[in-house]
Nanobody, 116 residues
Framework: VQLVESGGGLVQTGGSLRLSCTAS????????MGWYRQAPGKQRELVAT???????NYADSVSGRFAISRDNAKSTVYLQMNSLKPEDTGVYYC???????????WGQGTQVTVSS
């Protein structure tokens, strides 16, 4: 299984970024896809998830500013991040859970830096 992330970068406070993550290499269907982040010196935390039926879940800190979506035909999940704040800075990781497989999979991470 390979997860390829893109879209991170440096942006000013109030700016926007769009992350994408494409999964490949597994014949099983994808259940839940999500994004997590890890700031320096902190534990990895959930940002948002989306199920195969499109049900979404957001961390309170990003609700109303971020939007997660997916393209099942492309095995791709997106994270649209608006009104970014310095506290959104961190490494963002894609996570994929497949039907019928206990273990989940992680991307390599993409850096998001929001300057004040």
């Amino acid at each position: 299984v390979q997860l390829v992330e893109s879209g991170g970068g440096l942006v000013q406070t109030g700016g926007s970024l769009r992350l994408s993550c494409t999964a490949s290499g597994n014949r099983f269907g994808i259940n839940t896809m999500g994004w997590y982040r890890q700031a320096p010196g902190k534990q990895r935390e959930l940002v948002a998830t989306i199920t195969s039926r499109g049900s979404t879940n957001y961390a309170d800190s990003v609700s109303g500013r971020f939007a997660i979506s997916r393209d099942n035909a492309k095995s791709t999940v997106y994270l649209q991040m608006n009104s970014l704040k310095p506290e959104d800075t961190g490494v963002y990781y894609c996570n994929v859970q497949y039907w019928g497989i206990v273990d989940d999979y992680w991307g390599q991470g993409t850096q998001v830096t929001v300057s004040s």
